[in-house]
């Protein structure tokens, strides 16, 4: 599994390094809202927990396939192959289970703390600012 944001600046995802099941899990580590600068654009911005996603991480699942196809095939020429069968689909399992995206992580949201209509009027007015001429009131 790996955690990704999707960033506004590129509209890119990026992945963050930290390691977290679910999102309590993340906001023990992060906070609640955390700082994060883009890998793709190196945008810095102010995110909350709830931006987090969780996405299924092929790289583990693409490994333990090759791995495990291998220790299956190589059983083959082997007294017992079923005993490399097994083994072989263990190791292809724990791959996919550590790729996948657990449920739970992306069902669960936080409440936010902060006052999120506060958020927006600020975010507006920068807009304003910034000379934005779609801006209407
Ligand atoms: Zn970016």
């Not at 899990?25 to 906070?31: M, V, Y």
């Not at 550590?98 to 936010?112: C, L, S, T």
């Amino acid at each position: 599994m790996a955690l990704v944001i999707h960033c506004h600046a590129c509209q890119k995802n990026f992945t963050i390094p930290e390691k977290a099941k679910t999102r309590i899990d993340l906001e023990q580590i992060t906070g609640e809202y955390f700082r994060k600068v883009c890998t793709n654009c190196a945008a810095e911005t102010e995110y909350h927990i709830n931006d987090v996603t969780a996405e299924s991480d092929k790289t583990p699942m693409l490994i333990s396939s090759i791995i495990g196809l291998v220790v299956m095939f190589g059983g083959l020429f082997f007294p017992r192959p079923f005993i490399a069968i097994g083994i072989g689909g263990a190791i292809m399992s724990a791959g996919w289970i550590a790729g996948n995206a657990p449920d739970g992580f992306n069902q669960y949201r936080a409440p936010r703390s902060r006052d999120i209509e506060r958020d927006r009027k600020i975010r507006e007015e920068m807009k304003f600012r910034k000379g934005d001429t779609n801006f209407n009131t």
